[in-house]
C-alpha cells in the first residue's frame, strides 16, 4: 500500500484513509514509501503501545526518514540521555517514577498545583481576544498554541521572554522528526535542536546554581534526586525539560484547535457550550477521540510479531495509527460521527497506553476545559469565518491546523437575531 501523509488525502481527510486501512481484512499494511508497518485497529494498536518488550521505543523520537550526512553529524552531538518517550527498560521506570513524582498527573494534583497558572494564562489571552470586538483573528497564534506554551512555561520556571525561541525548536523539532525537510532544512532543524538542548542544559545548571529552591518543575526534579546519580542524573533533569518543553505544548495546542474547530463547525455545539459550561468536559473528551493532536504513533519490533494475520519483522519501525483505532467500528459505534456526549469516548488512545501513557494527560484536559469554557462565557459569539479552508502540516505523528479564522464577537445569540435564527434552523434541520 502507498500512503503519502505529506500530500494529498491524508492532509485534508485522514479519516477517509484511517476507513480503508480498518475497512481492509488484515487491518495491518506497510507502507512501501514510508518504509513504516501502519498498525490501525484498536486492539492492536492497544496491545502495541502496551507491550514495550516486543514494541520498543528506542526510535521513537528518531527521524522517520533518511537523514542527510551532515544533519546527522550535527544530531550526533546532541547528547541528550532518553528519559520518556525515547526510553526502554531499565531506564523508563525509573525516570517515569521521577518524572510521576515531580510532574502532576492525577486530576486532584493537577488542579492543586496548576489550576491557578492555567486559569490566570486563560483569563490573560481570553481578556486579549474579547477586547477585540468585530475582529477577525487566528484562533492558532493567537490562542491555541500560545495557552499551552505559557503554561508549560510557568510550570518549567522558563521566563515569557523565551516563548519566541521555543516555539520555534520545538515547531522545528516536530517538522525534523515527523515531517519530511529537505537536506538544507534538516541542517538548519537540526542545528536549531542542538541549541534547544543547549538551553536546556543552561535552564539547569541555573537551577543548580541557585541552589534549586524554587516549586517549579526543574528545581522539584533537582530535588527529587537529591544528589543521587542512581535515582536521576543532572542531564537527565535537562532531558526531561527537553522533552516536556515540547510535550507539553505542542499537543495540548492540536487539542484546543480541534475542539474550536468541532465546536464552532457545529453553531449548535457552541451554543450548547455556552449555556451549559458543565459540557466541556465530555466535549473534550470526544474531541480527542474523533480528532486527536497525536494520530500516529512511532514504536519499532525487538522480534518477529504476528499482528493480525500479518507477521512484522524484528527492526521494523511501526506507525500506530491512534486516529484509526479512535475510529475502529469494533469499540466506537457510528465512529465517524462526532457525539459530544458519546458515553465510551473515554476508550480512546489519544494519550497512549500502558508503561508510556501520556503524563500530561491531567494537564492538558484541565487547559481545555477552563480554556473552551471561559471562551463560550467571554465570547459566546465567536463564530468561524466563512471563507475558512482546513489545512494542517504535513506529519506524520501530530495533525496540527495551520490556520483557524474567527470573528470576535462578545454578543450573546440572543443579542444576534441573524445568529438566533441560524442556531435554531440548524438545530431544527439535526
Ligand atoms: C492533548 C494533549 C496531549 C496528547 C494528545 C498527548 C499524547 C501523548 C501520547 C500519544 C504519548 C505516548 C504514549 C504512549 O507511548 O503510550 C504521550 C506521552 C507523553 N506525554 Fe503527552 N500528550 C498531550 C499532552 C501532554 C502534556 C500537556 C504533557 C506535559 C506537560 C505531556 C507529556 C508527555 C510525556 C512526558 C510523555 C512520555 C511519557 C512516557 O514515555 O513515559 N503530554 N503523550
Redesign the pocket.
Known amino acids: 500500500m502507498r500512503l503519502n501523509p505529506f500530500t494529498g488525502t491524508y492532509l485534508t481527510d485522514p479519516a477517509s484513509i484511517w476507513r480503508r486501512i480498518l475497512d481492509d481484512p488484515d487491518g495491518v499494511h506497510y507502507a512501501e514509501d514510508l518504509g513504516l508497518w501502519l498498525i490501525s485497529r484498536h486492539a492492536d494498536v492497544r496491545r502495541a503501545?502496551?507491550d514495550v518488550t516486543t514494541f520498543a521505543?528506542t526510535l521513537?523520537l528518531a527521524p522517520v526518514y533518511e537523514v542527510c550526512p551532515e544533519a546527522l553529524s550535527v544530531l550526533m552531538q546532541i547528547d541528550a540521555p532518553p528519559?520518556?518517550?525515547?526510553?526502554d527498560p531499565p531506564v523508563?521506570p525509573r525516570?517515569?517514577r521521577a518524572?510521576r513524582a515531580t510532574?502532576a498527573n492525577t486530576a486532584e494534583r493537577v488542579e492543586a498545583d496548576y489550576g491557578a497558572i492555567v486559569r490566570r494564562r486563560v483569563d490573560q489571552l481570553v481578556n486579549r481576544l474579547a477586547a477585540r470586538q468585530g475582529d477577525q483573528v487566528d484562533l492558532i497564534p493567537e490562542f491555541a498554541t500560545e495557552l499551552?506554551l505559557l503554561?508549560?512555561l510557568d510550570?518549567l520556571g522558563v521566563p515569557d521572554a523565551d516563548i519566541g525561541r521555543i516555539r520555534s525548536w520545538a515547531d522545528g523539532q516536530i517538522a525534523l522528526v515527523w515531517g519530511q525537510p529537505d537536506p538544507a532544512e534538516q541542517v538548519r532543524l537540526a542545528r536549531d535542536l542542538l541549541e534547544f538542548w543547549h538551553y536546556c542544559e543552561d535552564l539547569v545548571r541555573q537551577r543548580v546554581a541557585s541552589g534549586h529552591e524554587g516549586d517549579d518543575f526543574i528545581s522539584r526534579a533537582l530535588a527529587y534526586r537529591d544528589d543521587d546519580d542512581t535515582v536521576l542524573t543532572v542531564p537527565e533533569v535537562a532531558s526531561?525539560a527537553f522533552?516536556?518543553l515540547v510535550?507539553?505544548?505542542e499537543?495540548?495546542?492540536?487539542?484546543?484547535a480541534h475542539a474550536l474547530d468541532q465546536a464552532l463547525s457545529t453553531p449548535q455545539h457552541w451554543s450548547a457550550l455556552t449555556t451549559d459550561p458543565g459540557g466541556a468536559a465530555a466535549f473534550v473528551n470526544e474531541t480527542?477521540r474523533f480528532a486527536?493532536?497525536?494520530d500516529g504513533?512511532l514504536?519499532v519490533t525487538s522480534r518477529d510479531v504476528t499482528v493480525g494475520t500479518v507477521t512484522i519483522p524484528a527492526g521494523a519501525r511501526c506507525l500506530?495509527l491512534?486516529g484509526a483505532a479512535n475510529r475502529d467500528p469494533a469499540v466506537f459505534a457510528h465512529p465517524d460521527q462526532f457525539h459530544p456526549h458519546r458515553v465510551d469516548a473515554g476508550n480512546h488512545?489519544?494519550?497512549?497506553?500502558?508503561?508510556?501513557?501520556?503524563?500530561?494527560?491531567g494537564?492538558?484536559?484541565l487547559?481545555?476545559e477552563i480554556a473552551i469554557t471561559r471562551l463560550a462565557d467571554s465570547i459566546p459569539g465567536l463564530r468561524l469565518a466563512s471563507e475558512q479552508q482546513r489545512s494542517y502540516k504535513p506529519n506524520v505523528a501530530f495533525r496540527a491546523h495551520r490556520t483557524l479564522l474567527a470573528t470576535i464577537d462578545t454578543r450573546t445569540s440572543a443579542d444576534i437575531p441573524a445568529a438566533r435564527d441560524e442556531v435554531a434552523a440548524e438545530a431544527h434541520a439535526a
Not at 83 to 87: I, K, L, P, S, V
Not at 251 to 256: D, E, K, P, R
Open positions: 503501545l502496551a521505543n521513537t528519559t520518556t518517550a525515547a526510553a523508563h525516570t517515569r518524572l510532574f499551552p503554561v508549560v510550570i526531561l522533552n516536556l510535550a507539553g505544548h499537543t495540548t495546542a492540536g487539542l484546543l480527542l486527536p493532536a497525536i504513533w514504536r500506530l491512534i488512545l489519544s494519550f497512549g497506553h500502558g508503561p508510556h501513557f501520556c503524563v500530561g494527560a494537564l492538558a484536559k487547559e481545555a
